[in-house]
T-cell receptor, first 113, second 112 residues
Framework: GENVEQHPSTLSVQEGDSAVIKCTYS??????FPWYKQELGKRPQLIID?????GEKKDQRIAVTLNKTAKHFSLHITETQPEDSAVYFCAASRNSGTYKYIFGTGTRLKVLA | NAGVTQTPKFRILKIGQSMTLQCTQD?????MYWYRQDPGMGLKLIYYSVGAGITDKGEVPNGYNVSRSTTEDFPLRLELAAPSQTSVYFC???????????FGQGTRLTVV
């Protein structure tokens, strides 16, 4: 079935450095790729998303890149701050055939002050 | 808008007991989902619905049932609770396919 792999599972960076989280998906029909941030004890919330007709999208310190040929997409956080510490989830979905909204296993990011 | 509201927030069940996790949304979203999140793991899709009267299985549906009689409500039923169902359960909704999912605050369920 459909699968989304996410790496690394944990990531520690110094404040001000960049962080990169990578996801690979198996369903070639996937065409929507959101990223969610989950702070400790809270609900996941969308931070950025990208559709398959776009290769890159930026929103201030956050960017997402998509490589449809290789079926992988990445989240880039620049100039990390302590408040970026959280668990980040990627997801993939499609709007044709059997609809699914599948999440990766999550990455725990720690930004060290 | 309250968004997506789940009840209860916490629950302890004994093995073999049944319960219903409630989920309601006030955004008039057609799509609703149930996920479970095990410690240190990602979100696994249990069931989803694309509209009132329509439900479908996700990745891990065994041991659960759902119904969708109205646009607003999407309850999740556990018939015979097992320790393996100890998890945090999240309900979510989205306006349509391939759009942002809005999550409830979660229900922490422990089966002993």
């Amino acid at each position: 079935g459909e699968n989304v792999e996410q790496h690394p599972s944990t990531l520690s960076v110094q404040e001000g450095d960049s962080a990169v989280i990578k996801c690979t998906y198996s369903d070639s029909a996937s065409n929507y790729f959101p990223w969610y941030k989950q702070e400790l004890g809270k609900r996941p919330q969308l931070i950025i998303d990208i559709r398959s007709n776009v290769g890159e999208k930026k929103d201030q310190r956050i960017a997402v890149t998509l490589n449809k040929t290789a079926k992988h997409f990445s989240l880039h956080i620049t100039e990390t701050q302590p408040e970026d510490s959280a668990v980040y989830f990627c997801a993939a979905s499609r709007n044709s055939g059997t609809y699914k909204y599948i999440f990766g296993t999550g990455t725990r990011l720690k930004v060290l002050a | 808008n309250a968004g997506v509201t789940q009840t209860p927030k916490f629950r302890i069940l004994k093995i073999g007991q049944s319960m219903t996790l409630q989920c309601t949304q006030d955004m008039n979203h057609n799509y609703m989902y149930w996920y479970r999140q095990d410690p240190g793991m990602g979100l696994k899709l249990i069931y989803y619905s694309v509209g009132a009267g329509i439900t479908d299985k996700g990745e891990v549906p065994n041991g659960y049932n759902v119904s969708r009689s109205t646009t607003e409500d999407f309850p999740l039923r556990l018939e015979l609770a097992a320790p393996s169902q100890t998890s945090v359960y999240f309900c979510a909704s989205s306006e349509g396919m391939n759009t942002e999912a809005f999550f409830g605050q979660g229900t922490r369920l422990t089966v002993v």
